[in-house]
């Protein structure tokens, strides 16, 4: 009897742990989900239980948001930088991953951590000399600021992610594919490019996330509201003055949280492999 | 002889020479990378250098010359007690809520690392705080710390713990202000912390923690003397990503706080901001971000020396 007590208490406590986490890291996006479906007079109203609706939900914010706003706008130019970004960052860090992982012999090793050491070069020490390249190069106040600036973050963490996974790959593949008489070129884009396709998609998908994630360089070098991407439309666009509209921006937020989220679960264990592999290999 | 010979060799030369380049691993290798160090020179170095010189002239929006006045501007910054509480703030900031991520990602790696019903639901949900951007994630907690609407404070009153006369003020006082800083940063930190701890425990042999068991390690002893010490180069990456992107953080401050109230909760990266951008003082603003780099340097090079030493 005592020892099914026991059980009884390490499992009770053991979910009990469980929630605690689950509550305080989806609380936040409940809060979301919950305020920007909830009528003005609802909101605003302290005697309301806040985590219910008191009067019937409504796609007002939502509306408003969509109909009244650059939300819309905002969504597409966080594609159009992403795509760009994307780009850039797979044709510079494909082959930049691959000769460190393959062709750079002793100097490989060094390079990498010289890579992997530029990722940490934090923006906050670099917006104030890329704004002024950014105002010379004629790109200011202009989204296409942030598609020539991004690679300088992407294609360090990507080259770092892809070099995981080529030292990953058996080295074999290639050396049969050029003995059946391919260059080391053809080699490479014949056999260890389409055999890496998986790792390629994740590089596709966390450039993406990386671009949508950025708040610092889109803050310092976009004030027209047309140009924004969404993460910073969101939080500056929809607070005039000392008014947040908060059915609104918890709305926007929410839209541009679910494709991040769904993103990083899909891809997130190939993504510690090769943050962690590149290092301790 | 000579001339056919030669004349051979010139009609097979284009094709030769054009192998020779693709199938040298050395020369292949360089152009390779070529691009990628291009860029990063021309985007990444070029502009730290332009940084440090801002640092070292009379450069504002204002008056744009390149006149070089030494280390003035440190000497001018260092002096204002302002941005002494500044640094001061930005090392609480990033070792409070660094130690409280992992603190947190510790424990919480430790309930994941039990097969239980609904363990991948909650994994994506605990992930949520680090995946999504920070900028959206902290204008949602700023919704919920409210002066007025508090869906916090709210249940403090409903629990009886607080009144709505006394009901704290999160972002309006200084030391909770600071709080709620670390708080959301942790937030944000201790998934990742998380998943690091479980990438590095399942990575631990198995045969080795039943070697331990049998020569009689408990539960204790097995996390802290046998797996703690095998994964502890994987923890230091995951910190030295911690600690820097920390450090240099200014969008929760600036979404948050906006560094009030009075000052209680600016950071390094944030007062570079405001004087850089804000107030248009170029050569100040890169001065005080320059502060930045000798923890970064300290930071980096002590955890790669750490990993390194492990390896061998």
């Known amino acids: 009897m005592r020892r099914i007590l026991a059980i009884t208490g390490r499992e009770t406590a053991f979910y009990g742990a469980v929630a ?20 003005n007079s609802d909101l605003y109203n302290v005697t309301n239980i806040p985590f219910w609706f008191t009067e019937a939900p409504t796609l007002e914010h939502f509306r408003y948001l969509f109909e009244q706003t650059l939300f819309v706008r905002w969504l597409l130019n966080s594609l159009v930088i992403g795509l760009c970004v994307t780009a850039i960052t797979l044709v510079t860090a494909i082959p930049a991953g691959y000769s460190l992982a393959r062709m750079s012999g002793r100097n490989g090793e060094a390079l990498g951590i010289g890579i992997f050491l530029t990722y940490l070069v934090p923006p906050s020490l670099l917006f104030l000399p890329l704004s002024r390249i950014v105002a010379d190069l004629g790109l200011q106040n202009s989204m296409w600021s942030l598609v020539l600036v991004y690679p300088t973050f992407t294609i360090p963490f990507c080259a770092w992610l892809l070099m995981g996974f080529f030292k990953a790959m058996p080295p074999e593949i290639e050396e049969a594919a050029i003995v059946d008489g391919c260059s080391l070129f053809g080699a490479f884009m014949r056999m260890t490019v389409p055999l890496s396709l998986p790792a390629i998609l994740t590089v596709v998908i966390f450039t993406f996330t990386l671009t949508l994630q950025e708040f610092v360089y889109a803050l310092t070098f976009i004030s027209s509201s047309d140009q924004k991407p969404v993460t910073l439309g969101v939080v500056t666009d929809l607070v005039r003055g000392d008014v947040f509209y908060w059915g609104e921006l918890m709305a926007g937020a929410l839209i541009a949280s679910i494709p991040v989220a769904i993103a990083y679960n899909l891809f997130l264990d190939r993504f510690i492999s090769g943050i962690t592999g590149g290092a301790v290999k | 002889m000579a001339v056919i010979a030669e004349s051979a060799r010139l009609a097979v030369k284009p094709v030769s020479r054009f192998r020779f380049i693709l199938d040298r691993r050395d020369v292949l290798g360089s152009i390779f990378i070529a691009p990628a160090i291009l860029y990063v020179l021309l985007l990444v170095g070029v502009p730290f250098l332009l940084a440090v010189y801002y640092s070292v002239s009379a450069y504002t929006l204002y008056d744009p010359t390149w006149r070089f006045v030494g280390l003035a501007n440190f000497e001018q910054i260092i002096q204002n007690p302002v941005f002494l509480e500044t640094l001061g703030n930005t090392f609480l900031f990033t ?6 991520g992992l603190i947190m990602g510790k424990f919480g790696a430790l309930l994941l690392l039990r ?25 949602a907690w700023e919704w919920m710390f409210d002066s007025l609407y508090s869906v916090i404070n709210w249940t403090l009153i409903a629990l009886g713990i607080v009144t709505r006369d006394d009901a704290p003020n999160w972002l309006g006082s200084p030391h909770l202000a600071m709080l709620c800083i670390i708080i959301i940063n942790a937030w944000r930190f201790f998934p990742f912390a998380i998943v690091i701890f479980l990438a590095g425990i399942t990575a631990v042999p198995q045969d080795v923690i039943d070697a331990a068991t049998v020569d009689g390690a408990g539960f204790w002893r097995r996390n802290y003397q046998i797996i703690l010490p095998m994964i502890l180069p994987i923890v230091a990456i995951g910190l030295i990503f911690g600690i820097v992107f920390t450090f240099t953080d200014l969008s929760i401050v600036f979404l948050l706080t906006n560094g009030g109230p009075s000052g209680a909760t600016s950071v390094l990266g944030f007062e570079g901001f405001q004087v850089g951008i804000a107030s248009g003082d170029v050569a100040h603003g890169a001065a005080i971000s320059l502060f930045m780099l000798p923890v970064l340097l300290i930071v980096v090079i002590g955890m790669l020396r750490f990993i390194r030493r492990r390896e061998i």
């Open chain 1, 20 to 39: 605690f986490f689950v509550i305080v890291c989806a609380f936040p996006f409940y809060w979301m989900l919950i305020t920007s479906l909830k009528t």
């Open chain 2, 95 to 100: 070792f409070g809520s660094n130690l409280l």
């Open chain 2, 115 to 139: 097969p239980f019903p609904g363990r991948k639901i909650v994994r994506a949900l605990i992930i949520l705080p680090w995946a999504v951007p920070i900028a959206l994630a902290t204008i």
